[in-house]
Nanobody, 121 residues
Framework: QVRVVESGGGLVQNGESLTLSCGVSGSAFMANAAGWYRQPPGKQRELVAAIHVGGRTNYANSVKDRFTISMDIAKRMSYLQMHTLKADDTARYYC???????????????WGQGTQVTVSS
């Protein structure tokens, strides 16, 4: 069984930065990719960013040039650096682990409980 735990959420002001961290444990861990999703209040969950162990990354258009995803597969850690945060970035952020198939990321190997990010204007 895989256990995913996020940390680093909180309340920040418009324009500030925040870094989310994610760790995963479990003997059946076979992911070669990690991704971050978010769900704003009253909206659907969306993929924010994903990264393959080989370096490929995918970003939502709304966060390109502001967010950076990284991972350390040996430490089983994933990170999401968020800069120039806006009120629209307010959401619950979920860490996932999974695989890539072609250009698409699939969060098929574990989800965290989420961490809240609130951006105050």
């Amino acid at each position: 069984q895989v256990r995913v735990v996020e940390s680093g959420g909180g309340l920040v002001q418009n324009g500030e930065s925040l870094t989310l961290s994610c760790g995963v444990s479990g003997s059946a861990f076979m992911a070669n990719a990690a991704g971050w999703y978010r769900q704003p209040p009253g909206k659907q969950r969306e993929l924010v960013a994903a990264i393959h162990v080989g370096g490929r990354t995918n970003y939502a258009n709304s966060v390109k040039d502001r967010f950076t995803i990284s991972m350390d597969i040996a430490k089983r850690m994933s990170y999401l650096q968020m800069h120039t945060l806006k009120a629209d970035d307010t959401a619950r952020y979920y860490c996932t682990w999974g695989t890539f198939s072609g250009a698409d990321y699939y969060p098929n190997l574990g989800w965290g409980q989420g961490t809240q990010v609130t951006v105050s204007s």
